[in-house]
């Protein structure tokens, strides 16, 4: 039980943290690569500047949780409910977020190039000047995100629910945009 525990700074990479309780830690600008956070709780979770490169997250608590300017690419986030959660500015090259729930999740200037977002949950997400180029959205919810002045030049839109989306000088250049539902 590291709950609220001092981490800022930590050099925690390859560690397996599987189950533990690592809510209101500090871990910001920790090198935290290819370490297993599965079924972790981070709940309010100070992250920013953390690199999680090639981390396992899959099924992790990452609620509220500040991941400002964190590297997170190809890191595996399938099923991770990351709702709330402050992503601004976050690398997230080749990452996977399958199934994951990002309600209300702020990823403004987020780097999600050849993300996997399948049947992802982005409803009322903040994604503007993100870049989606190449990104998996097929299936996802992003009923009510903004993705203002974002760029989502060869991505995959196929069978999304695009209600209410805000779409503002958006490039859409090569998107994929079978069956989408509004």
């Not at 925690?12 to 309780?21: C, H, Q, V, W």
């Not at 999680?52 to 590297?71: I, K």
């Not at 000047?129 to 974002?150: C, E, I, R, V």
């Amino acid at each position: 039980n590291l709950y609220g525990a001092n981490l800022r700074g930590a050099d925690l990479s390859g560690a397996n943290l599987m189950d533990a309780d690592l809510s209101g830690a500090n871990l910001t600008g920790a090198t935290l690569s290819h370490a297993d956070f599965n079924r972790v709780n981070l709940t309010g979770a100070k992250l920013s500047g953390a690199n999680l490169t090639g981390s396992n997250m899959v099924n992790t608590m990452l609620w509220g949780v500040d991941l400002t300017g964190a590297n997170l690419s190809h890191t595996d986030l399938t099923d991770a409910n990351l709702i709330g959660a402050n992503l601004s500015g976050v690398g997230m090259i080749s990452a996977n977020l399958s199934y994951a729930s990002l309600t209300g999740a702020k990823l403004s200037y987020a780097n999600l190039t050849d993300a996997d977002m399948r049947y992802a949950v982005l409803i009322g997400a903040e994604l503007s000047y993100a870049n989606l180029t190449d990104a998996d959205l097929s299936y996802a919810d992003l009923t009510g995100a903004k993705l203002s002045f974002a760029n989502l030049t060869d991505a995959d839109l196929t069978g999304a629910k695009l209600t209410s989306v805000k779409l503002t000088s958006v490039d859409l250049s090569n998107v994929n945009l079978t069956v989408i539902v509004t």
